[in-house]
């Protein structure tokens, strides 16, 4: 672990002074200690202002600390970055996405605000935008929510709230209110899996095996939500090949399968997009991406990859191209 440590932060940077090394070292240390992120994100900020070139490392570091879920530490050092840089692009955008999961609304509307007018046409910025203006709305919704439950404590606004949360991607918060409606009705089959799915998402896999077997008591597609149960394993061992060899994209092809077995689309598509990112020169990724695009109703980027296939040379299965409407 120390040695990947060190490669990971020390290797890409040239020792230019007596000063870097020591400072690389004090983000080394912090790094491998839990619960640090802060004063990591503290000792890269003061090596930021000493080495403002140095765009790689700051990058690397506030993308990082972001997806780890240390929105504050990202948002931090992205400000950090931002103070000597102001037209630094990944520090803008990850400050907009740090103070969203903050719930720093208006923050955030102006990091996107000033993003898409410098980088009008670029697909990622306006997803991650759009997804905001989602968010945004939702927790809007539970606000309201949150006052209603206050005067009449109803059992069916938990699982609206649990619902709108889930959306939201706080899939804690929406487990909690799942927890608590779960516990007060007899049976409710479309609660049991979306707590179900959650639990998947956050990698709970221990109570998403007990809420699939809870699943198959129900009266309807008893012999799917039988299925789930034994899918439950197989995700934790995808999940495991992705932790050991994330650079590579077969534990994410798993995960996709996986997903789409258990009918959460979109999550397989997230993960096939991380395993065409790693490899992009193979068709076979992209062709699954598509056909996962396809399964989920999102036909016209389903239409849009094959058609790159098909202009690459890559024979379609004819099947599929009198579906998708293509010549």
């Known amino acids: 672990m120390k040695n990947a440590a060190v490669s990971f932060f020390i290797l890409p940077v040239i020792m230019i002074s007596c000063k870097k090394p020591v400072m690389l070292k004090e983000i080394d240390r912090a790094y491998q200690t839990p619960g640090n992120a802060y004063q990591m994100a503290v000792a890269i900020g003061e090596y930021v202002h000493q080495y403002p070139d140095d765009k790689v490392l700051a990058e690397k570091f506030i993308k990082y600390l972001y997806e780890k879920g240390y929105f504050r530490e990202s948002l931090h050092l992205a400000q950090s970055v931002l103070q000597r840089n102001p037209e630094d692009g990944t520090a803008w955008f990850y400050s907009a996405q740090a103070y969203s999961a903050l719930y720093r609304f208006p923050e955030a509307e102006k990091c996107f605000t000033r993003l898409m007018k410098q980088n009008s046409s670029d697909n990622a910025i306006y997803n991650a935008y759009r997804k905001f203006q989602v968010r945004k709305r939702i927790f809007g919704s539970v606000a309201s929510l949150d006052s209603l439950i206050s005067l009449t404590n109803s059992d069916s606004l938990y699982r609206k709230r649990a619902d709108l949360l889930l959306t939201a991607n706080e899939v804690n918060a929406a487990l909690s209110d799942y927890r608590y409606y779960l516990g007060r009705v007899s049976f409710d089959a479309d609660a049991l899996l979306n707590k179900f799915r959650a639990e998947m998402i956050s990698r709970q896999y221990d109570s998403a095996g007990v ?117």
């Open 211 to 327: 809420t699939a077997l809870r699943l198959s008591q129900a009266k309807k597609e008893k012999q799917v939500f039988a299925r789930f149960a034994e899918l439950v394993p197989q995700a934790r061992e995808a999940d495991e090949k992705i932790d050991k060899n994330p650079g590579h994209p077969d534990g994410y092809v798993e995960k996709a399968r996986i997903l789409l077995l258990l009918r959460f689309e979109q999550e397989a598509i997230d993960n096939l997009l991380t395993a065409v990112s790693l490899k992009p020169a193979d068709p076979a990724l992209r062709f699954k991406l598509a056909l996962a695009y396809q399964v989920s109703g999102q036909e016209d980027k389903a239409r849009e990859l094959l058609k790159e296939l098909q202009a690459q040379g890559i024979k379609l299965p004819e099947e599929l191209r009198k579906k998708m409407k293509m010549e």
